[in-house]
């Protein structure tokens, strides 16, 4: 056997791991972004996300978060670099193979429209047959805590279960990866809690992989197995911090040290 057949097979295995269990859905090199208004909104943003993270954003306003998610998920494109989404442009992965939703921080439901007929809203555009938008709509919208509540308004319900609405209809299209923009900033800290929990079970229990903007560090620490924290001016990632606990993550660990020294760590890397 040459050297070089030799070097192909103990190099084969190592190769064939990373395609099978880790492959990467999001892949941004050197990813520039420029308004139209001559604002660099984004300066050399390089990042590969695998499948089954949960990556949080962190950073002051006006440092290019919003932008990064929407051009990933292929509202604006940037101005140079290369962006990858589930192996083919940001658009196509979203509109048409529909493996990309989007969750805003305002739940922008149709106030004419029950709970159940805004979750159904997306199926039904995309002609998912009547009998199983139904089935489909109930399943996430149990998984939200919601199945009581189908027949209501969008009026009636609080803010959280306006957002538990908004992430059902975006689960209901089964998508690979869900972005989410400060889904949770205009709720009570309890509520944004509950929130947060929920959304870690629904994360593992779909095989999700999420991409959430937070101003939040603590709520980036709970939920992430990794943290952007972004900078201003150009906007860019300073750094990426791992988040090494393990999941499912209680709630008590939110007063332990290892949990409180990951939140001084993304703190003092936004302030440098
Ligand atoms: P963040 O979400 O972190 O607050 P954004 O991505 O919304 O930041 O904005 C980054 C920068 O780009 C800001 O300076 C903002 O004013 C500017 N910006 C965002 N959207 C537009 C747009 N459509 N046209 C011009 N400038 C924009
Ligand atoms: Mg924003």
Known sequence: MSLHAAKKLSDNPTDQ?????????????A???VYQTGTIALHDVNLQITQGEFISFVGPSGCGK??????IAGLGEPSSGKLEVLGTTAKRAREENNEVAFVFQDATLLPWRSVLDNVVLPLELRGVPKQDQQREA????EMVGLKDHVKALPRQLSGGMKMRVSIARALAAKPKLLL?????AALDEITRQNLQNELLNIWKQEGLTVLFVTHNVFEAVFLSTRIAVMTPRPGKIATMIDVPMPYPRKETLRTTHQFSDIAAE?????VH
């Open 180 to 184: 989410m923009d400060e889904p949770f």
């Open 266 to 270: 993304v703190s003092s890397a936004l």
């Open 138 to 141: 109930m399943r996430v919208l």
């Open 17 to 29: 791991q990373k395609t099978d269990y880790s492959p990467v859905l999001v892949n941004l090199e």
């Open 31 to 33: 990813v520039h972004k």
């Open 66 to 71: 919003s932008t990064v998610l929407r051009m």
